[in-house]
């Protein structure tokens, strides 16, 4: 029937409102299965099964030399294994990236060396080269090692033997490389290879490096597995552009490192240096025209990208470059100094930027004592966030802070003494602060001098002399002085005398002091007005003259001042007084 008909428009409606709803299901379904994907290529190669051998919070075994030695020659040996196996299953494998069971030999690889790295007692390295002298010096005592004629591991001292002849040290036979029980510190009652040992390892390498490997020890050989390290890229396990470089064994070394290396040194430097630069370049142009407060805030930029770019800079030298060696390790040195002085750069003009918005975001009046107080109080705080961090990079690059500040309790005296006027002048300024006897602009006497306070600081005052002349007043003598703030007068005061000549008034004196009080009366900015006789001399009539100038600006009073003497004359003229002097 007619009246079921659907009408053709609202039947196109309902066609265009289903294509809606699946073109957002067809949407809602292709996110999921999107984030679905994502995460699983993103976790596949991080999810590695952990079992007992591959367990990376298993500690090695050592409790005595025997198992030092045992377990340090196993995991190299295991290490190597991992490594060789991978490269050589990399090779069959197409792509640029490695498959999953590859980066699994690697990660393993990882484990096993680092659980080899524990058996090296690295006490003595600064914290940041711990990690690449460890991993280098264990491959170097591994290369020593298996040049070595080395005992079977029952000949090795046991827990056992340890426990029965109080044993603290084991030297490997034939050499100076030595296994001694840790007696502090967070080794404690382990045995590891000596710092004595580590610290010469290189010089160890260096002698032996020419001779064969010896196949007759019980552990096996890795024939040139630091070559190997030294010469690729990467950690431990090359990336596959890799093979577009020279061959361990084809690479030639210049001054430790290989040629690309030393290529790829100079364009991650002056790439970093580039854009440092080039940032700072183009900030300066952009902040030139931009308001006080903003400059203080975009000036953030440039220490926060240097301190980013230095990371950068020492993470791809370090991990992909792979620098090994002294350079490697003045180079961890030199950016760990640079990043602590633009940490702390970076640290001063952050408390600096607080204490300029702090100081934009008070009230008129309160932008003298306040602003000064909140200045010098967020640099100071900017000041001992930059000692802390001198001292954490101190302990960094292994600067012994301690002994440095123990010093300073055998000349504690002298430095007393040096520092006794830095203090007192420090706590002359906080009695300025919170007495506040004077602010800046004010027009003041206080040491002797006289001028325009300029500023007030932690140590001293700056003052503007009436010729310009900038002086630095102590505070402790601001503090100890008599202060004359000419700036806090409620008002002025006018005090003149007048002398008048005995041959020009007669009579007329009354009349004249009369006009003198009616001139002064009708002033606006005057007030208690004296017009009083004060002395009668054989040469003339003195008449003192006196008012308050009601103004507290300095200027404005001279203006009035100017006016009151520039009228004086024309009161006179009105009964014929001449002046003989006007003196102050």
Not at 189 to 212: A, D, Q, S, W
Not at 461 to 488: A, F, G, M
Request: proline share 5%.
């Amino acid at each position: 029937m007619y009246w079921l008909k659907i009408p053709r428009t609202l039947t196109i409606q309902f066609d265009m409102i289903a294509m809606d709803i699946k073109i957002r299901l067809i949407k809602k379904l292709f996110l999921r299965v999107l984030t679905v994907l994502i995460i699983i290529i993103f976790t596949q190669s991080a999810v590695i099964s952990i079992s007992p051998e591959n367990n990376p919070l298993k500690p090695p075994a050592t409790n005595s030399p025997r198992t030092t030695m045992s377990g340090f020659m196993k995991n190299m040996n295991e290490a190597y294994t991992l490594i060789m196996e991978a490269e050589e299953q990399a090779k069959t494998e197409g792509g640029l990236w490695y498959s999953k069971a590859v980066r699994k030999k690697g990660y393993e690889a990882n484990l096993a060396l680092e659980r080899a790295i524990n058996a090296l007692n690295l006490v003595d390295i600064p914290p940041i080269n711990r990690q690449d002298i460890g991993t280098e010096s264990a491959l170097m005592l591994k290369e020593i090692l298996d040049r070595l004629k080395l005992p079977k591991a029952n000949m090795i001292p046991s827990r056992e033997d340890v426990v029965s002849k109080s044993l603290k040290r084991w030297e490997v036979p034939g050499s100076e490389i030595a296994i001694g029980l840790v007696e502090e510190g967070f080794n404690v009652n382990e045995f590891l290879f000596t710092p004595g040992t580590v610290k010469r390892i290189k010089k160890f390498y260096e002698l032996i490096e020419k001779y064969p490997y010896y196949e007759l020890n019980s552990w096996k050989t890795s024939p040139g597995f630091y070559r190997f390290y030294i010469t690729t890229p990467g950690y431990l396990l090359p990336p596959k552009w890799s093979r577009w470089l020279p061959t361990p064994k084809n690479t030639v070394l210049l001054y430790g490192q290989a040629l690309w290396q030393w290529v790829g040194l100079a364009i991650i430097t002056f790439v970093v240096f580039a854009i440092i630069f080039g940032a700072r370049f183009l900030l300066k142009r952009y902040i030139r025209n931009a308001n006080p407060h903003k400059k203080v805030w975009l000036g953030l930029f440039i220490p926060a990208l240097t301190l980013w770019m230095t990371n950068f800079w020492e993470f791809t030298i370090n991990k992909y470059i792979n620098i090994t060696g002294a350079l490697l390790n003045n180079i961890l040195t030199l950016s760990t100094i640079v990043e602590g002085g633009v940490l702390a750069w970076f640290a001063f003009m952050v408390f600096d930027a607080i204490g300029w918005t702090i100081i934009s975001n008070m009230p008129q009046e309160n932008t003298s004592i306040e602003a000064i107080l909140v200045r010098n109080g967020v640099r100071l705080l900017g000041v001992l966030a930059g000692l802390t961090v001198f001292y954490t990079t101190s302990k960094e690059i292994g600067i012994a802070v301690g002994p440095i500040i123990a010093s300073f309790g055998i000349s504690s005296i002298a430095i007393g003494l040096g520092v006794k006027p830095y203090i007192e002048n420090v706590i002359g300024g906080l009695t300025l602060f919170l007495n506040r006897p004077i602010k800046i602009g004010d027009f003041c006497e206080l040491g002797g001098v006289m001028g325009t306070v300029e500023d007030i600081g932690l140590r001293s005052t700056l003052i503007r002399t009436e010729d310009r002349k900038l002086i630095y007043v102590p505070n402790t003598v601001v503090s100890t002085s008599q202060i004359v703030n000419h700036s806090q007068r409620d008002k002025y005061s006018f005090k003149r005398t007048l002398s008048l000549s005995y041959d020009s008034i007669h009579e007329e004196l009354g009349e004249t002091m009369e006009n003198l009080r009616n001139m002064l009366a009708q002033h606006p900015k005057l007030s208690e007005e004296r017009i009083s006789l004060s002395s009668l001399s054989n040469e003339a009539i003195d008449v003192d003259i006196f008012a308050y100038i009601l103004t507290r600006d300095l200027d404005e009073s001279i203006s009035i001042q100017e006016e009151i003497l520039l009228n004086i004359s024309p009161t006179l003229d009105l009964t014929g007084a001449k002046v003989v002097a006007l003196t102050v």
